[in-house]
């Protein structure tokens, strides 16, 4: 209800019954003018005081934006229209043409950044309780997607490049039938009606875009077309397929929005949609749609500064008549250096020697989309050198004196388990980190998506005592406490030798710096997240303790935290393994595709020991020094019962739950005698 309203029938609370008869009627009358909504014929032009179902993180705004998701991370949100509409003809059941256009927007903190994107979808169902966020868009699961008894047509605007949906770039439209994996995708953008050109468009600018979705019933002809807003609707559709939906689409069917949110706060906005069966979809009127938050101007930054006067030289030298070849160098090398760098000089390397080393930052070099960008192979022109580079955008110069000190002496960390910084190099609205090239890639791809194990017990077991001394080393061991907050097989990069190595260490306090003290932002992942890290937003050694649990019992289960089962239901690894141990058959959770190569003690010490650090409570949990004598086999496993441990991690994977979490599994649960065996 919008707020006008709202406060003033408040106000008229006292005064005559008929006088608020007559506002309750004006009121009715004004929705009526705003939403009209027929079965089968839907219009939004805004949605203030529309009948949707909303779950997940999912509001309608008080000046009537459909907000999907809201900055909030790992979450999902969904709006539908609240009753199912019929696709079919009956007696012959074939599909009904349809046709639908809406106006969305995604507005993201960072430049650049963002995660995941925005679906309209077909689904013979509202509950979608059971599908995960971020890649999965809130649409599906690990385990249900692709099953063709989803029965989902979808449309997505993916703003992330995921390779496991073999998704074509960071910035696709694609048509999905019950998968994440797109029957066909394209490139978001337009083509011309005059040039027939085609024109880029990205999805995260925060400008709004309009899209359209056009069924023909008879010929199975699917198009998808977008364009800027109030543009007309170009006459070559983006994407065309032949897709016999007779297959896919139940009686009846919900239609709806769903968006999800990965590791960058994004929120996700549907300004105006509607919908027809057996015509061409109304119109969206532009003049009333909502209008979006405005975005504070981030503080001027000191990188506009700089490159300004560069700009004005540059011009200079133009009128000037100088080789226009130098300026465009000029600008194609172009760096950020300021004074308070000089003492960082030999950390510092030269864009052109990095973009050299890269060839261009090709993609034929890239390694790896992180959650903080890409990372590409390089050597070195002149030493020769293997190396990464990451790209980081960042735009706000605020707190980068500091962060860069920060890494310059996390460079001068040295560690055989943890992967070498070599330096860094900045440019207008990027940072560049340049670090020791790992040419075994990340543990995940070891534990994960083989058919065969690659990784014997050995193997892991030393990946594990590896890991475990790289974040001893952070947290305890050298002259400033290093806090890692990211910590999971993805991050762990192993080298020639198969030694684990953590990698992306201090990089999450990028976002931390120069932002607002009372918004928190929790760097992390899904599943790694220390349940009070999630409360409080505030990092520690011991949160990093929570995610080296974690992230060991994911090495050897070779499951990732959460998964989804064959029930749907959400298997929460720590529950799982703990759930056998009670029932004394904890070494059945090992990876399977280890068989009987594996040494007892030690993958019992390992189940047991990620059990303990992932306790709940962050008291019982053990420091890196404790976990890597239990290891060493220097300190015997505190003495510890399944009962005694007995805790429901399911809230985590609840969108709110944390609060009722700690509520409900008050500390007497657990003897404070007990807890404190392990410390
Ligand atoms: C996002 O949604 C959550 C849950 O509804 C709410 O608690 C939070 O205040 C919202 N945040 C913003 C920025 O609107
Ligand atoms: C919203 O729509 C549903 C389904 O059509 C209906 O049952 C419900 O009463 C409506 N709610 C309101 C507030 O109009
Ligand atoms: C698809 O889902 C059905 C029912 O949920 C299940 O029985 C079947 O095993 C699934 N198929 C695959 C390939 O996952
Ligand atoms: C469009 O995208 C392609 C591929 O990413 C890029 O090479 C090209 O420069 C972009 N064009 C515009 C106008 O942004
Ligand atoms: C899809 O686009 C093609 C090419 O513009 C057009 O001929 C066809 O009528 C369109 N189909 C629908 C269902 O809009
Ligand atoms: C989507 O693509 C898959 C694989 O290419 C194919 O098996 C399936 O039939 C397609 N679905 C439709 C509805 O065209």
Known sequence: MPWEFASNLEVLKSSTMSCKTLVCLLFLLLLKLAVSTSD?????????????????????????????????????????????????????????????????????????????????????????????????????????????????????????????????????????????????????????????????????????????????????????????????????PLLSSTIDLSSVLVDPMYV?????????????????????????????????????????????????????????????????????????????????????EQEYGPHRFSYKDL??????????????????????????????????VKRVSHESRQGMREFVAEIVSIGNLRHRNLVQLLGYCRRKGELLLVYDYMP???????????????????????????????????????????????????????????????????LARLYDHGTDPQTTHIVGTMGYLAPELARTGKATTITDVFAFGAFILEVACGKRPIEVNAEREHIVLVDWVLENWRRGTIRETRDPRLGEDYVVEEMELVLKLGLLCSHPLPAARPTMRQVMQYLDGDAPLPELSPTCMSFSSMAMVQNEGFDDYIMSYPSSVYPSSTLSGGR
């Open 256 to 340: 709806g929005f769903s968006s999800s949110t990965g590791s960058v706060l994004t929120s996700h906005y549907v300004l105006g949609w509607s919908f027809k069966m057996n015509g061409i979809a109304q119109a969206i009127d532009y003049s009333k749609l909502p209008s979006l938050p405005r975005i504070k101007p981030k503080a001027r930054s000191k990188a506009l500064d700089i490159s300004l006067p560069l700009a004005s030289a540059a011009f200079v030298l133009m009128v000037v008549g100088a080789a226009m070849f130098l300026v465009r160098r000029r600008t194609k090398y172009a760096e950020l250096l300021e004074d308070w």
């Open 440 to 506: 075994n890639g990340s543990l995940d791809r070891f534990l994960y998506d083989q058919e065969k194990t690659t990784l014997d017990w050995n193997q892991r077991f030393r990946v594990i005592k590896g890991v475990a001394s790289g974040l001893l080393y952070l947290h305890e061991d050298w002259e400033k406490v290093v806090i890692h907050r990211d910590i999971k097989a993805s991050n762990i990069l192993l080298d020639n030798e198969m030694n684990g190595r953590l990698g992306d260490f201090g």
């Open 355 to 388: 973009f050299r080393a890269t060839k261009g930052f090709k993609d034929k070099e890239l390694l790896g989309i992180g959650g903080f960008g890409r990372v590409y192979k390089g050597v070195l022109p002149t030493s020769k050198m293997e190396v990464a």
């Open 40 to 236: 089968d014929d839907l219009t939004f032009n805004g949605f203030s005081g529309a009948n949707l179902t909303l779950d997940g993180i999912a509001s309608i705004t008080s000046n009537g934006l459909l907000m999907l998701t809201n900055k909030t991370k790992q979450m999902k949100g969904h709006g539908f229209h609240p009753s199912p509409l019929h696709f079919r003809k009956p007696p012959d059941g074939k599909i009904f043409s349809f046709s639908t256009t809406f106006v969305f927007a995604i507005l993201s903190e960072y430049v650049g950044l963002s995660g995941h994107g925005i679906v309209f979808l077909v689904s013979p169902t509202t509950d979608l309780s059971n599908a995960l966020p971020s890649q999965y868009l809130g649409l599906f699961n690990s385990n249900n997607n692709g099953n063709s008894t989803n029965h989902v047509f979808a449309v997505e605007l993916d703003t992330i490049l995921s390779s496991e949906f073999k998704d074509i770039d960071d910035n696709h439209v694609g048509i999905d039938i019950n998968s994440l994996k797109s029957n066909s995708s394209h490139t978001a953008g337009y083509y011309a009606d005059d040039t027939g050109s085609f024109k880029n468009l990205t999805l995260i600018s925060g400008q709004p875009m309009q899209v359209w979705v056009d069924y023909d019933g008879r010929v199975m002809q699917l198009n998808v077309t977008m364009a800027p807003i109030r543009m007309s609707k170009p006459r070559r």
